[in-house]
């Protein structure tokens, strides 16, 4: 792309479109704030955006303050037991009628002029009403309900579109991948309330993806100690390093810029090893044989994937280890990673708290993981400040990646396939104005 041909903060859909190319993308849709606005108009208001899940929400009264792009909205369970995603926004002035991130009300009560809505959004109390007209309908000014909503397995997703796609084709294959999250529980629940913490980072929400290239560089400790015991937890015994292109494992692309590092077969591959590991936790021989009593043939592949599809949901949701991950995109350069981690239903509470431990050794606040890729994806946030040679490489293992039986295209664990695909992806949605 001729940079001088790029007039800053306006774009159009030829210089978009070039901004994404075979194998590279400019670093600017990366650091431009006319193009996270952009991306707040043409991704974040118009496709399935996931909002939470139902058992973040369990009583009446019970809700949640989440984002789509930069509307508030708030995910909440009815007196009516509905589960709605209502924007908290005053239909008086404007105000936010909810300002903590969780809880349990009767109601909900603006605090700027007394305006109170029932938990299914309905206006119930109009303060001073006798000052209006004939023409103010109490019934309806209750609090917005997003345009469209729907749920998949408990996973509430919405979308501030009025038209678009049904969910079920926007997630496509990835819905079964989701899947063997929720069924690594005998009873096919899961419960998001093991406990929810937050990283901001300096970078942009696109950063964080699906990469199985990075591992042995960013998290080398992690990896030399998985290298001196491979009996490292559920789901990960590793007797085979997953991280090298001669392993078992695969990155996959479904779609709609949907990905994942697909551990499936080296899983299954040490299944044994999986098994016998779980089997010591107290608890662990009943859950093996209640897998294999609910989910039959598929037990082997359940209980060695632990709950782990290492799916990236685009735009803003990651399934991986034993957490739901939201990303919020703040600003160009600025990004807010939700993490909750899960508990399985029907399993003892030995094994959740191990998942829990596990959980926060590698993603919490002082975790041997996570907090590397925050300060890495920081650093490319400021390398990628440099407008010379501005363009970012993605096409590791382009040349042996092919098309497989589902349809998802698969490449070895560090191609950079889930990068392509989500960037098609991006691509396709920021170049479509209508
Ligand atoms: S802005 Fe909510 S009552 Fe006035
Ligand atoms: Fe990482």
Redesign the pocket.
């Known amino acids: 792309m001729n940079q001088a041909a790029v007039s800053w903060h306006s774009y159009s859909d030829a210089q978009l479109a070039d901004m994404v190319q075979n194998g590279r993308v400019h670093s600017r849709i990366y650091t431009d704030q006319a193009i996270f606005e952009l991306e707040l108009e043409r991704i974040f208001s118009r496709i399935w955006i996931y909002i939470g899940h139902e058992s973040e929400v369990p009583n009446d009264g019970d809700y949640q303050m989440r984002d789509i792009g930069r509307t508030p909205v708030l995910l909440v369970r009815g007196n009516d037991h509905k589960v709605r995603v209502l924007v908290n926004r ?1 239909r ?4 936010q009628v909810v300002e903590t991130e969780s809880g349990n009300v009767p109601s909900f009560r ?1 605090w ?4 109170t809505y029932d938990t299914s959004g309905a206006l119930i109390n109009l303060t001073g009403a006798e000052a209006y007209g004939k023409d103010f309908k109490i019934e309806e000014m209750g609090l917005s309900p997003v345009p469209r909503v729907a749920s998949y397995r408990g996973f509430v997703f919405a979308s501030l579109a009025t038209d678009g796609e049904p969910l079920e084709t926007f997630l496509g294959r990835a819905a079964t991948m989701i899947d063997l999250l929720v069924d690594a529980s005998p009873t096919s629940e899961i419960f998001a309330d093991g406990g929810t913490h937050k990283t901001e980072y300096n970078g942009n929400w696109k950063l964080i993806g699906m990469d199985g290239y990075h591992p042995h560089y960013t998290h080398a400790s992690v990896i030399a100690a998985m290298h001196r015991k491979p009996e490292a937890g559920i789901g990960a015994t590793h007797r085979e390093d997953p991280f090298v292109d001669t392993a078992r494992t695969r990155t996959r692309d479904f779609g709609h810029g949907h990905a994942m590092l697909d551990f499936r077969d080296h899983r299954i591959h040490q299944y044994e090893m999986n098994a016998a590991f779980i089997r010591k936790i107290s608890g662990g021989e009943a859950y093996v044989d209640a897998m294999h009593q609910a989910h039959g043939e598929q037990a082997p592949l359940l209980i060695s994937l632990a709950g782990d599809p290492h799916l990236g949901l685009f735009p803003n949701m990651q399934l991986i280890n034993n957490q739901i991950r939201i990303i919020t995109p703040l600003a160009a350069n600025r990004t807010r990673v939700t993490m909750t981690a899960v508990r399985l239903g029907g399993v003892s509470a030995e094994i959740n708290a191990t998942r829990l431990r596990q959980h926060e050794s590698f993603y919490g606040p002082a975790g041997a993981g996570s907090p590397d890729d925050a300060e890495i994806f920081e650093r490319v946030q400021l390398g990628m400040q440099a407008e010379v040679n501005p363009w970012l490489e993605i096409s590791r293992g382009m040349e042996r990646e092919r098309v497989d039986d589902d349809g998802s295209i698969v490449g070895l664990i560090s191609d950079e396939v889930p990068q392509r695909g989500m960037m098609r992806y991006w691509s396709a949605l920021m170049n479509s104005a209508a």
């Open positions: 005053c008086h002035r404007g105000a603006c700027y002029h007394g305006w």
